[in-house]
């Protein structure tokens, strides 16, 4: 059973940066596809990217490409979301997720998620 936390959401101004991160207990990281997902207000819960498991690919959601950067530190059991060039619709709360079944943007393809941490993007 994976336990994951996150950290370092907070407030934030336009332009700005943030990093989350989110640690994990229960399980070797480098066996899980981990993937961050976000959820504003009355939307559904969106894939933002992930990082694959073993060989560490990295995908984006069109919307943060070239914007945010995952990376892992298997050493630390611990993934990161780095957030550059923050915009007003990042405001969300943000998952950490993992699935050891294989690579996924789909919500429903996560086994284990994170409690969420509020990022919010003021201007």
Known sequence: ?????ESGGGLVQVG?????????SGG???SYTLAWFRQAPGKDRDFVALISRS???TYYA???KGRFTIS???????????????KPEDTAI?????TGRGTFVGAKEYDYWGQGTQVTVYS
């Open 62 to 64: 069109d919307s943060v």
């Open 72 to 86: 892992r530190d298997n050493a630390k059991n611990t993934v990161y979301l780095q957030m550059n060039s923050v």
């Open 55 to 57: 060989v560490g690919s």
């Open 28 to 30: 070797i990281l480098s």
């Open 16 to 24: 700005g940066s943030l990093r989350l991160s989110c640690a994990a």
């Open 1 to 5: 059973q994976v336990q994951l936390v």
């Open 94 to 98: 943000y998952y950490c997720a993992a």
